[in-house]
């Protein structure tokens, strides 16, 4: 059986540009065989150009690296269906469709579904692959029994991608969280998003670690990690195993990804570094099919 290739996710933070560019110049020397670029929380967060986002890609394209351009995964106005026509039709390089207005516009082109895209079931799939699907990631909530029954009749063609690190993206509002915790209206922002580079975590009352805020998004304060699970992930025949991007140690955290790929006995060292390298600790329960803050 291949060993699955390593992706590596869009960036779901607001990091300033120079940020961006240095960020993506460790990745182009990295071990990860996929880079999914652009942003796909929120239009008003411009460090980068469409052109800077481009020039990105020719220069992953020729470390090596598969790019993929990814959309927004909520549209609410005219200005950002023009952009994501503009990248539906960029000629060059695959899309990954976050909402279903995306995969109208990608039909009849080969495309990529997000995890932000509601596939629960085989026909959805089937239907998806029907109008040019060739790869699609696992929705975060769904277990491991589930993924298993998508693998025995996934369609002829259609690449399994699954999200295996990184804070879980949970859900998607019209309101930016991040502007009401600082009493600022979403249309007054005052880009405070950029303030917090890797999300602004909420804690409980008992002061435990609960969600974090990044604009319209909320996500697990914990980190979602499934390096122990590894082995049955690679069973269960997934193509690709997707990495989230994090303002620290991303490029050490592709690199023990690629180490168990290598040699899965070297899971246990590499497991016990990683979790060192979690802002707030991690959680799997999510693959078990319990509490999704739950860890194993």
């Known amino acids: ?7 590596l996710g869009p960036i779901l933070y607001y990091w300033p540009r120079e940020t961006l560019f240095n960020f993506y110049e460790q990745i182009a020397a990295s071990n990860v065989d996929i880079v999914y670029l652009g942003e796909t929380i929120c239009s008003k967060r411009k460090s980068l150009r469409s052109s800077d986002w481009l020039e990105l890609a020719t220069k992953l394209t020729d470390a090596g690296k598969e790019v993929v351009l990814s959309t927004l995964c ?3 106005a005219e200005s950002e269906l023009k952009t994501l026509r503009s990248l539906c039709d960029n000629g060059k390089f ?7 207005a995306a995969v109208q ?6 495309f990529i ?14 239907f998806l692959a029907k109008i040019g699907l060739v790869r699609w990631v696992l929705p975060v909530e769904l277990s491991r029994d589930t993924l298993a ?5 996934r369609p002829k063609g259609v690449e399994t991608e699954v999200f295996v690190y990184g804070r879980l993206p949970l859900a998607y509002s019209a309101r930016c969280f991040t502007a009401r915790s600082h009493n600022l209206p979403k249309d007054d922002c005052q880009y405070r998003c950029i303030d917090y580079q890797d999300g602004l975590t909420l804690f409980s009352q008992d002061d435990k670690p609960f969600l974090t805020l990044n604009g319209i998004q909320t996500q697990s304060a914990y980190t979602y ?3 122990s699970v590894l082995p049955d992930i690679i069973s269960l025949g997934v193509d690709v195993l997707r990495i989230s991007p994090q303002s620290l140690h991303t490029d050490k955290i592709i690199e023990f990804f690629n180490d168990c790929l290598q040699d899965q006995a070297t899971i246990p060292d590499r497991l016990s570094k990683i979790r060192r390298l ?9 693959w078990y099919g319990t509490a999704g803050m739950d860890e194993k």
Request: glycine share 8%.
């Open 278 to 286: 979690m802002p707030m600790g991690s959680c799997d329960g999510y």
């Open 94 to 100: 695959m899309v990954e469709a976050n909402d279903m």
């Open 149 to 153: 029954d998508f693998q025995t009749s």
């Open 1 to 7: 059986m291949d060993k699955p290739k390593l992706s």
């Open 113 to 126: 579904t997000g995890h932000s895209v509601n596939i629960y079931n085989n026909n959805s799939l089937d």
């Open 74 to 76: 909520l549209i609410e």
């Open 105 to 110: 516009l990608l039909e009849g082109k080969p």
């Open 225 to 227: 990690n499934l390096l």
